[in-house]
């Protein structure tokens, strides 16, 4: 059974960073995709950031390029998205989620993904 297990995350002023974590059991992340995506109230989930199986490659909107970084540490099956110079419209629910897709090139719909992480609330005062 594949499970992602998120981290991090809170409340912080804007201007202010956080990390989130998500630690995946049951799936070899070294094989997938991964993306972080966010959902605020009354809005559609959208993705924040997306890499690649292999690494090499990485996708961020224009809203948060720049400011985040999503990342992964094959060697503890975890992918991180550090959150830099916060603003107030970052709040959300984070979620992590792995691609159905083995070996596949990153996307950036929710749809393409398969499992997803339970997501984490991020809160950005200004």
């Given at each position: 059974q594949v499970q992602l297990v998120q981290s991090g995350g809170g409340l912080v002023q804007a201007g202010g960073s956080l990390r989130?974590?998500?630690a995946v059991s049951g799936r070899t992340i070294s094989n997938y995709a991964m993306g972080w995506f966010r959902q605020a109230p009354g809005k559609e989930r959208e993705i924040?950031?997306?890499?690649?199986?292999g690494g090499g490659n990485t996708y961020y909107p224009d809203s948060v390029k720049g400011r985040f970084t999503i990342s992964r540490d094959n060697a503890k099956n975890t992918v991180l998205l550090q959150m830099n110079?916060?603003?107030?419209?970052?709040?959300?629910?984070?979620?992590?989620?792995?691609?159905?897709?083995?070996?596949?090139?990153?996307k950036v719909v929710a749809g393409a993904y398969d499992y997803w992480g339970q997501g984490t609330q991020v809160t950005v005062s200004s």
């Amino acid at each position: 059974q594949v499970q992602l297990v998120q981290s991090g995350g809170g409340l912080v002023q804007a201007g202010g960073s956080l990390r989130l974590a998500c630690a995946v059991s049951g799936r070899t992340i070294s094989n997938y995709a991964m993306g972080w995506f966010r959902q605020a109230p009354g809005k559609e989930r959208e993705i924040v950031a997306a890499i690649s199986w292999g690494g090499g490659n990485t996708y961020y909107p224009d809203s948060v390029k720049g400011r985040f970084t999503i990342s992964r540490d094959n060697a503890k099956n975890t992918v991180l998205l550090q959150m830099n110079s916060l603003k107030s419209e970052d709040t959300a629910v984070y979620y992590c989620a792995s691609d159905r897709q083995r070996r596949g090139n990153f996307k950036v719909v929710a749809g393409a993904y398969d499992y997803w992480g339970q997501g984490t609330q991020v809160t950005v005062s200004s």
